[in-house]
């Protein structure tokens, strides 16, 4: 079963800083990895899917850089609706498919 | 427009059955591979299972924690997914999401709450 873990779980950033998230798989996902932005109350939204492609409509702040085990998501400069939880999920075909990552919450410092 | 609404949440007691389902619009529903993932108060995300679409088969998958006990189905004539969850436990308490899978899980619905407990 492939495991994914988020670090930092925490990140206290302030407004126009740069923020880097990292997602790390128990095995091999290749570049099948998606990120999603989850605010309070609402549905999480998708970011980046097969590791560094920008889902429609989302700014290019947003980047996603990595394969195989070890996955970057970088906030170039963040803005005030940046802040909020952010997942990791793996997409390979290794069962269960749809692996969430425990999430990294960016708040505000 | 694309939208995922679910319905048949609720309050159910442990060992009992519920369906949820979820209604598609603004999209060929019969094309995508559909899942559920679900999120307890306070916690991450989950997934649950998900459903192929009919040209790969419609088989499904579903994560270890509620296998043998979860089903998830489709009715392309309709355009709704169904999951029905049997011998309902106190920690399948949560939001339950209907997602429409492409490159990603690319839309969600606004999810339905479902409550276990006695």
């Known amino acids: 079963e492939i495991v994914l873990t988020q670090s930092p779980a925490t990140l206290s950033l302030s407004p126009g800083e740069r923020a880097t998230l990292s997602c790390r798989a128990s095995?091999?996902?290749?570049?099948?990895l998606a990120w999603y932005q989850q605010k309070p109350g609402q549905a999480p939204r998708l970011l980046i899917y097969?590791?560094?492609n920008r889902a429609t409509g989302i700014p290019a702040r947003f980047s996603g850089s990595g394969s195989g085990t070890d996955f970057t998501l970088t906030i170039s400069s963040l803005e005030p609706e940046d802040f909020a939880v952010y997942y990791c999920?793996?997409?390979?075909?290794?069962?269960?498919?749809?692996?969430f990552g425990p999430g990294t919450k960016v708040d505000i410092k | 427009e694309v939208q995922l609404v679910e319905s048949g949440g609720g309050l159910v007691q442990p060992g009992r059955s519920l369906r949820l389902s979820c209604t598609a619009s603004?999209?060929?529903?019969?094309?995508?591979?559909m899942s559920w993932v679900r999120q307890a108060p306070g916690k991450g995300l989950e997934w649950v299972g998900f459903i192929r679409s009919k040209a790969y088969g419609g088989t499904t998958e579903y994560a270890a924690s509620v296998k043998g006990r979860f089903t998830i189905s489709r009715d392309d004539s309709k355009s709704i997914a169904y999951l029905q969850m049997n011998s309902l436990k106190t920690e399948d308490t949560a939001v339950y999401y209907c997602t429409r899978e492409s490159i990603a899980v690319d839309y969600w619905g606004q999810g339905t709450l479902v409550t276990v407990s006695s």
């Open positions: 095995q091999s996902v290749s570049s099948y």
């Open positions: 097969d590791a560094s």
């Open positions: 603004g999209f060929t529903f019969g094309d995508y591979a």
């Open positions: 999920q793996q997409r390979s075909n290794w069962p269960p498919r749809g692996t």
